[in-house]
């Protein structure tokens, strides 16, 4: 079982920057891949990116890509996703989300139906 709590969420103008943190318990957190889904009003959940359980892969949709940043530390059991040049359009509600892999270098699609844990999720709005 593994419990999720995302943070760092707010406000921004166009433009801003914000850091997403997620905190996981999980008792082995270096056998999870994890990701980043966000959901906007009206709107379907949209895979943002991904990260390996090693850490060493990542993926990104192209509508983040150069903008958006993921990285965890196994460690501390905690992932981020560092969020720069934010537009109105990336407005929405962010999830953070795990499922367990078989290899440390295994990526996991940005499929919704690829990761069994998910977060309760923090805002994010950029206004312009």
């Known amino acids: 079982q593994v419990q999720l709590v995302e943070s760092g969420g707010g406000s921004v103008q166009a433009g801003g920057s914000l850091r997403l943190s997620c905190a996981a318990s999980?008792?082995?957190?270096?056998?999870?891949?994890m990701a980043w889904f966000r959901q906007a009003p009206g709107r379907g959940r949209e895979g943002v990116a991904r990260?390996?359980?090693?850490?060493?892969?990542?993926g990104y949709a192209d509508s983040v890509k150069g903008r958006f940043t993921i990285s965890r530390d196994n460690a501390k059991k905690t992932l981020w996703l560092q969020m720069n040049s934010l537009k109105p359009e990336d407005t929405a509600m962010y999830y953070c989300?795990?499922?367990?892999?078989?290899?440390?270098?295994?990526?996991?699609?940005?499929?919704?139906?690829?990761?069994?844990?998910w977060g309760q999720g923090t805002q994010v709005t950029v206004s312009s």
């Open positions: 989300a795990a499922d367990l892999a078989g290899t440390p270098g295994y990526l996991p699609p940005l499929s919704e139906r690829g990761y069994k844990y």
């Open positions: 999980a008792a082995s957190y270096l056998t999870y891949a």
């Open positions: 990260i390996s359980p090693g850490g060493g892969r990542t």
